[in-house]
């Protein structure tokens, strides 16, 4: 302790490279955590599928379905317990005159009740 306080440069660049060499690991250690040692918050995320459309004459030869075949394998489909559908969308903003894009997503009424996070409700009013 007496060299510590003899020498105050040494001790505060000894603490800036621990508290940093300590939040480093604390920062690397949540994101690792988070997406490779737990599972995904989802009900049975091992049920989950991502559907493409087949199109190997385009220039895109895989992508998602239009909303009309959505609402086509969702009628006609009884190999899934749920079909909903998502996609993403940039949105433009105006700031001061400037402009801003902002990425988003549009789902179906039912993505949320599909991957499990909110519960379905049912109209019980006749």
Request: proline residues 6%; aromatic residues 14%; glycine residues 8%.
């Amino acid at each position: 302790m007496r060299g510590l306080l003899k020498h105050p440069a040494f001790t505060a660049i000894a603490i800036v490279t621990l508290a940093l060499g300590i939040g480093g690991s604390t920062s690397i250690f949540t994101v690792v955590d988070a997406a490779l040692l737990r599972g995904l918050p989802y009900k049975s995320p091992d049920r989950l599928y991502h559907l493409w459309e087949q199109t190997p004459q385009q220039a895109y030869p895989k992508r998602e379905f239009s909303y009309p075949d959505y609402l086509d394998v969702r009628d006609q489909s009884d190999a899934f317990s749920d079909v909903f559908a998502y996609t993403d969308i940039a949105f433009r903003l105006f700031a001061d005159g400037q402009p801003a894009i902002v990425w988003g997503a549009a789902a179906t009424e039912n993505f949320f009740t599909g991957i499990g996070l909110l519960k379905t409700t049912r109209d019980t009013s006749g």
